[in-house]
């Protein structure tokens, strides 16, 4: 059976225009979060981090280099409706959305809002 992957930026990562200083993704990483406070359950899916600078061949290879903004979740099996699509793949790449799919696909806990 093929499992559902994301997609997230290396945390940690330096940017060309802000020489000796270290970033995260603040996008990446609220999931990283979830995913470091129940172990159990991030290891039902496939995480992949990427280095920061572009172009990020390992996300162009699977949804194209438009699609290379992170965070990026690629949908295995039953995808839903509002998935994107390219040459085959559903993917999503809403952050909200992304930790809503992993809430229903994953058994993550829900964010308090």
């Known amino acids: 059976m093929a499992r559902d992957k994301l997609f997230l930026i290396s945390p940690g990562f330096a940017d060309p225009k802000h020489p000796g200083v270290s970033f995260v993704c603040p996008y990446c990483n609220s999931i990283e979060g979830l995913l470091a406070a129940f172990p159990n359950l991030a290891s039902r899916i496939d995480v ?29 099996e039953n ?35």
């Open 48 to 76: 992949e981090r990427v280095a920061f600078a572009r172009p990020r061949r390992q996300v162009i290879d699977v949804v194209g280099e438009e699609n290379q903004s992170l965070p990026l979740f690629i949908l295995a």
């Open 79 to 113: 995808p839903p409706a509002d998935a994107s699509e390219r040459e085959g793949k559903r993917f999503v790449n809403s952050t909200d959305r992304i930790l809503e799919l992993l809430t229903e696909r994953h058994g993550f806990p829900r964010l308090h809002k």
